[in-house]
């Protein structure tokens, strides 16, 4: 079944720590990834997207994400945390051949100690 | 910055009762998304308009819930009769056109069902 992995469920660090975040698709055809996050007490909120092209994909506040075909991968990365990006992380991908509904990962809880 | 409004905020109501939930998207916004997301897990997609019209609700439980968008603006679901797993948050959010744009959430109506 098609379905997006977000292996880790809670994430701990500590500031100026560097963040990596998994996400996993087993969608076939052509793709469009997307990270969306939730700050505490929050909507949910784009941080970036990928369609095509340059497979490293630079978001919000520093965050940059790499796409990585041949390992059904888009995981999300930032050199240095600070203790604001404590939120929720959400993996998203869309595909051309399931009527490009946006289908989200279970999500990773990150807590940033400050 | 404009907003997705939903209401209510919070509903707590009894097994085999109906709720009813409401969501305004942002003016301009073609298409209109209810997402169901249950304690811990990532939002899941429950329904799509296009207008006024469905594009998706293959994950729609349709013995019990319904959704309208009559004059492809304001939206309403609904659940009838509620039951104790149906215990969630409901989200809304809209974007200008397809889920491969960007999506703007609503706060979400959180549902309890004693």
């Known amino acids: 079944a098609q379905s997006v992995s977000q292996h880790n469920h809670h994430v701990i660090l500590s500031e100026a720590a560097s963040l990596e975040l998994g996400c996993n698709y087993s969608?076939?055809?052509?793709?469009?990834l997307f990270w969306y996050v939730q700050y505490p007490g929050q909507h949910l909120q784009l941080l970036l997207k990928?369609?095509?092209?340059?497979?490293l994909v630079k978001g919000i506040k520093g965050f940059e994400a790499e796409f990585i075909k041949s390992k059904f991968s888009f995981n999300l990365r930032k050199p240095s945390v600070q203790w604001s990006d404590t939120a929720e992380y959400f993996c998203?991908?869309?595909?051309?051949?399931?009527?490009?509904?946006?289908?989200f990962g279970g999500g990773t809880r990150l807590m940033v100690k400050p | 910055e404009a907003e997705v409004a939903q209401s209510p905020r919070y509903k707590i109501t009894e097994k085999s009762q109906a709720v009813a939930f409401w969501c305004d998207p942002i003016?301009?916004?073609?298409?209109l998304y209810w997402y169901r997301q249950i304690l811990g897990q990532g939002p899941e997609l429950l329904v799509q308009?296009?207008?006024?019209?469905?594009?998706?609700d293959s994950q729609l439980p349709k013995d019990r819930f319904s959704a309208e968008r009559l004059k492809g603006v304001d939206s309403t679901l609904k659940i009838q009769p509620a039951e104790l797993g149906d215990s969630a948050m409901y989200l809304c959010a809209s974007s200008f056109g397809t889920a491969n744009e960007k999506l703007f959430f609503g706060s979400g109506t959180q549902l309890s069902v004693l």
């Open positions: 969608y076939g055809g052509t793709v469009n």
């Open positions: 308009f296009q207008d006024e019209s469905v594009v998706d």
């Open positions: 990928y369609f095509s092209g340059d497979p």
């Open positions: 998203a991908v869309t595909a051309n051949n399931a009527g490009n509904m946006l289908t």
């Open positions: 003016s301009g916004h073609a298409t």
